[in-house]
């Protein structure tokens, strides 16, 4: 599903016929952002009619975006700006929450039980509990499931390193994940903009990321085969909404670190707010079990943001509920460039000074010279022929730009 302007890889839709012929897949989509994974293409959904493939969601999942609008007031800039923002990152995590006598296997069974009702309950102040009630969990995620003590998995209680994935709530994590202060560049339909608080000139902030490493010891805990047999589904889905709701809670976190640098973390400078899942799969009815790789569920009229790069805008739109698509939108531009080929590229074009700060007022917080490569905006599709194949296709329609300030990309 692209325009003839859209760059598409071989590779990457060789992968999608692969998995299109797969035993039971009835469906498979490819989104205009369309790219190779590891074994898997990326920008994709697909549906199968009796049987659930945990590979094909991926090793993070419940990735996905979190968006906050604001007003137009940034009192603070540049430098001053960049400052606040790394202190706020790496600010411990119970600066914001009360985990006093809370110990981190009990943080991670609470968020993976309740998710961003969670973080509420521990929040220090109001305003962040209010923030993180703010998003009611998508429709389609399993019932929480409560552990009892010893029952949740080691394999996803710890990580490689013994550390408990706990630990890792409220951080960005690498590859394109990030946390940004953005602004409104254009508004193309006024109403759906004013509902989700959106106007001309006002912040924007995204935070894009998901389970840390959460996602991967699921991925590995559940191997490549499809699962048939409905004891072993609902256990693989009771334990990747547990994934989900942790990456949900994280990006609520990773959105207050930033609402924190912007002098905005207080219920009554948040004008809208909303979060989207790139990374599962659920029981969709007719069309059976639809996986989603890097893609997003686009229902009628449901509000949706479509990633641009660090130097082009991200587009924020309304589902099309288009059963063609299977009712999906890209998550984002895609990648054009493998990481190996954006560092020999891109180090031969582009000064470690320019990349940091790529465009007039556009600057990036990053410390890994390799990642600043990987992730510049040359190594991307451009995202203008991905939003026009979207809207051509009925899968989402714009609402609003949002031009990238501040992109953090701290681990």
């Not at 394109?176 to 004013?194: C, Y």
């Amino acid at each position: 599903m692209a325009l003839e302007s859209v760059w598409m890889e071989g590779d990457a839709v060789a992968q999608l016929a692969r998995v299109a012929g797969m035993d039971d897949c009835v469906f498979a989509v490819g989104m205009p952002d369309l790219h190779s994974g590891p074994g898997i293409p990326i920008g994709a959904a697909l549906a199968f009619g009796r049987t659930i493939h945990p590979h094909l969601v991926g090793s993070d999942a419940g990735c996905g975006a979190r968006v906050v609008s604001l007003g137009k007031k940034l009192k603070v800039r540049g430098e001053a700006l960049e400052r606040r923002t790394r202190a706020a990152f790496e600010a411990p995590l119970d600066e914001h929450l009360d985990l006093d006598g809370v110990d981190d296997e009990a943080l991670l069974r609470a968020v993976w039980e309740r998710g961003a009702e969670a973080i509420a309950e521990y929040a220090r102040t109001e305003d962040l509990a209010a923030f993180a009630r703010a998003e009611a969990e998508p429709a389609w995620l399993p019932a929480s499931r409560r552990f009892a003590d010893g029952e949740l998995p080691e394999a996803l209680r710890l990580d490689a390193r013994g550390r408990c994935f706990a630990t890792s709530l409220g951080t960005i994590g690498g590859g394109n994940h990030f946390a940004e202060l953005g602004a409104v560049e254009s508004i193309t339909d006024p109403a759906a903009a004013e509902a989700l608080g959106l106007q001309r000139r006002g912040h924007v902030i995204l935070a894009h990321s998901g389970s840390r490493g959460l996602g991967r010891a699921l991925a590995l805990r559940w191997g490549p085969g499809g699962l048939v047999e409905t004891e072993d589904q609902a256990t693989y889905l009771a334990e990747l909404a547990g994934a989900v709701r942790f990456a949900i809670a994280n990006r609520v976190l990773l959105c207050w670190r930033m609402l924190s640098a912007r002098g905005a973390a207080k219920s009554s400078r948040i004008r809208g707010t909303f979060d989207l899942v790139h990374n599962f799969v659920s029981d969709e009815g007719e069309q059976g079990w639809v996986h989603r790789k890097g893609c997003a569920p686009a229902e009628q009229g449901v509000p949706l943001v479509v990633l641009g790069s660090r130097g082009a805008p991200s587009w924020i739109m309304r589902g099309g509920g288009q059963p063609a698509c299977l009712c999906s939108v890209a998550h984002g531009a895609g990648r054009r460039m493998t990481r190996g080929e954006a560092r020999d590229k891109l180090k031969q074009r582009h000064t470690r000074a320019s990349v940091k700060q790529n465009a007039v007022g556009r600057r990036v917080l990053c410390d890994d010279t390799k990642l600043l490569y990987e992730e510049h905006p040359d190594a991307y599709k451009a995202i203008d022929p991905i939003i026009e194949t979207l809207e051509r296709a009925g899968a989402a329609t714009r609402v609003a730009a949002s031009s990238p300030l501040l992109t953090v990309k701290l681990r």
